[in-house]
């Protein structure tokens, strides 16, 4: 089982980062994803989720309107748009994987988003 996070880096003040989240080894279509993300000294904070199907989502008021999550099932892959992005936005981004039918889930390793000028 494996989640892979990518697309991370530096961007300056209102510019834009596409990350990518790529899972192998389960059955990606029964899962619900879900990014994550934390700052140094903070907690790690729920920011935005998708449904297995792909129909139903939802997001932190931090990041509404800036932010748009999806996913692809037939690229066992989730996408995280990020727009509009500000310093605070800074963290490690992560995603998680929770499965619709069991007590399961898994994480990736992270990546790193630094907004600054």
């Known amino acids: 089982v494996s989640l892979v996070e990518s697309g991370g880096g530096l961007v300056q003040p209102g510019g834009s980062l596409r990350l990518s989240c790529f899972a192998s080894?389960?059955?990606?279509?029964?899962?619900?994803m879900t990014w994550y993300r934390q700052a140094p000294g903070k907690a790690r904070e729920l920011i935005a989720g998708?449904?297995?199907?792909?129909?139903?989502?939802d997001y932190a008021d931090s990041v509404k309107g800036r932010f748009t999550i999806s996913r692809d099932n037939s690229e066992n892959t989730v996408y995280l748009l990020m727009n509009n992005l500000k310093p605070e936005d800074t963290a490690v981004y992560y995603c998680?994987?929770?499965?619709?039918?069991?007590?399961?889930?898994?994480w990736g390793p992270g990546t790193q988003v630094t907004v600054s000028s």
């Open positions: 998680n994987a929770e499965s619709d039918y069991y007590s399961i889930d898994y």
């Open positions: 998708i449904n297995s199907t792909g129909g139903i989502t």
């Open positions: 080894g389960f059955t990606f279509s029964r899962y619900t």
